[in-house]
């Protein structure tokens, strides 16, 4: 991933989301007891912050470290709860077992021979946990695609779902109507998202 892409979105503006948790996130995780979580690609820290004020432990990871500083200074009452982390996903994965909830919200997941950054956040859910996968709609994407971007090139969540094994649960794999307004210059209407249990 282009870090110093990433720091410049970030740098280039006081504010790129609306601060606001995942509307998929509130909706899938809301009846889940807390424990461990990982938000992979936090970016400013609205979904870390969500879960961490509901008593959930965080481990958040983002490439930028501009939106680290960022997500940080907006968490002083949730210190205890949060460790923010700079690491690039697709060459270091998390620790196997480690967290109750995987949460992947619009991270541009891109595909690898032998699915190598995808089984690392798979391995990363402890037994009994959930993954919880949700990208923008793949007729959306294909309606906004930028120079060099090909959808095609990243994981949607039916890939992922077909790659499970018997040892998960799939309880979520559909698409559906976005809860909160497209992002500000786009048209994203709907959501495909992927929630799977591993089983005990």
Not at 18 to 28: C, H, M, T, Y
Not at 111 to 138: E, I, K, N, S
Not at 147 to 159: I, R
Request: aromatic share 8%; charged share 20%; glycine share 6%.
């Amino acid at each position: 991933m282009d870090v110093r892409r990433w720091d410049e979105m970030y740098r280039s503006h006081d504010q790129v989301f609306s601060g606001n948790p995942n509307g998929v996130l509130v909706a899938e995780t809301i009846d889940l007891p807390p424990g461990r979580a990982l938000d992979v690609g936090c970016g400013e820290g609205a979904d870390t912050l969500w879960l961490a004020r509901r008593d959930w432990q965080v481990t958040a990871v983002d490439i930028s470290e501009v939106a680290l500083r960022r997500a940080a200074t907006a968490a002083t009452d949730v210190q205890d709860r949060v460790v923010w982390a700079r690491a690039d996903i697709l060459t270091t994965p998390p620790p196997a077992g480690a967290f109750d909830l995987v949460s992947v919200h619009y991270f541009p997941l891109k595909r690898q021979p032998g699915h190598t950054a995808l089984r690392g956040l798979l391995d990363a859910v402890a037994p009994g946990g959930t993954l919880l996968f949700a990208t923008h709609a793949l007729a959306d994407l294909a309606l906004h695609q930028e120079e060099g971007f090909d959808p095609s090139d990243y994981y949607q969540p039916d890939d992922i779902a077909q790659l499970l094994d018997p040892t998960w649960n799939i309880l979520i794999n559909e698409t559906r109507p976005r809860t909160a307004p497209a992002p500000t210059g786009t048209h994203h209407s709907h959501d495909t998202v992927l929630r799977a249990l591993r089983l005990p």
